[in-house]
């Protein structure tokens, strides 16, 4: 059972672009979230989908930020005219369907904005 | 959402001591989960547990969902457990997060 997995693992780029984010989640799970994690601050949450459907949002979620999951399995999160404070660990995450929602995290992707 | 407290900060041991952990929720306990994040960043999944006592080898975990808190004991700890320690629940799914406890086992 592989775990779930991220790519890539770190992007440096420059402010102004954009820069997407790849996560494929453990098979058969069909949830999926997304969190931001600074220096010395726990994981806050960004969005998360039941399969195929984006189901909330976080208000950290500004319009430059879209996630999508269009056939239910893997997850791109896209940042758009990037900002230095976009710098952060964003890290996946996905829980099986049924009543425990038990999450399994990525490695992670570490973005740095110069 | 749920107001994560966790304590101490910051825990330094000798290797081969004992010590724990404690996380306080401001809402009922749901989905509770013990996490240890590697120096690589990924979080590493040690506990889910809602209620009740839980072991793994050195590591153990007690929550009391009706006193809204849980412990995490580590035992005759090794210089591997070193890292951040991260509780958290869901609230509508999503995860909540204490700030963390800062481990360091010296040897």
């Known amino acids: 059972d592989t775990g779930v997995s991220q790519d890539p693992r770190h992007k440096i780029t420059k402010r102004g672009q954009n820069v997407t984010f790849r996560c494929d989640p453990i098979?058969?799970?069909?949830?999926l979230y997304w969190y931001r994690q600074t220096l010395g601050q726990g994981p806050e949450f960004l969005t998360y989908?039941?399969?195929?459907?984006?189901?909330?949002k976080s208000r950290l979620l500004s319009d430059r930020f879209s996630a999508e999951r269009p056939k239910g399995s893997f997850s791109t999160l896209e940042i758009q005219r990037t900002e230095q404070g976009d710098s952060a660990m964003y890290l996946c995450?996905?829980?099986?369907?049924?009543?425990?929602?038990?999450?399994?995290f990525g490695p992670g992707t570490r973005l740095t904005v110069t | 959402g749920i107001q994560v407290e966790q304590s101490p900060p910051d825990l330094i041991l000798q290797e081969g001591a004992n010590s724990t952990l404690r996380c306080n929720f401001s809402?009922?306990?749901?989905?509770l989960q013990w996490f240890h994040q590697n120096p690589w960043g990924q979080l590493i999944n040690l506990f889910y547990?809602?209620?009740g006592t839980k072991q793994n080898g050195r590591l153990s975990a007690t929550t009391v969902a009706t006193e809204r808190y849980s412990l995490l004991y580590i035992s005759s700890s090794q210089t591997t457990d070193s890292g951040v320690y991260f509780c958290?629940?869901?609230?509508?799914?999503?995860?909540?997060f204490g700030a963390g406890t800062t481990v360091t086992v010296r040897a």
């Open positions: 547990i809602p209620s």
């Open positions: 958290a629940d869901t609230n509508d799914y999503k995860l909540s």
């Open positions: 098979s058969e799970h069909n949830r």
């Open positions: 809402d009922s306990v749901n989905n």
């Open positions: 989908f039941q399969n195929e459907a984006q189901l909330e």
């Open positions: 995450a996905s829980s099986p369907p049924g009543g425990v929602h038990e999450q399994y």
